[in-house]
C-alpha cells in the first residue's frame, strides 16, 4: 500500500464517519422549545458571521533567477 492509497482510505473513512453521524442525528424543531424561550430567540438581534474585508493591499515580490546565459535577473511579481 503506497502513501497516495493510504491517505485516500484515511479520508475516506473520517468523511464517510462524519455523513454517517450527520445523517443519523435528530434535527432540532422549534416546537421542542419552551414558548417564552422561542419569543425570546425571535426577538434576538441577529449576528453576522461573514464580514466585509476591504479591498486587499498588494504587494510586491521579487525573486533573482538566472537567465540562460547565467546572468542574474530579477522576476517581480504582485502579491496579495
Partial sequence: MNRRSFLTAMFGGVAATAVGSVIASDAAKASDLPLDLTTKLDE?????????????????????????????????????
Fill in 44 to 80: 434576538a438581534p441577529a449576528e453576522f458571521t461573514q464580514y466585509y474585508r476591504g479591498p486587499r493591499r498588494r504587494r510586491q515580490v521579487c525573486t533573482v533567477t538566472r537567465d540562460r546565459f547565467g546572468r542574474r535577473r530579477r522576476v517581480c511579481r504582485w502579491v496579495y
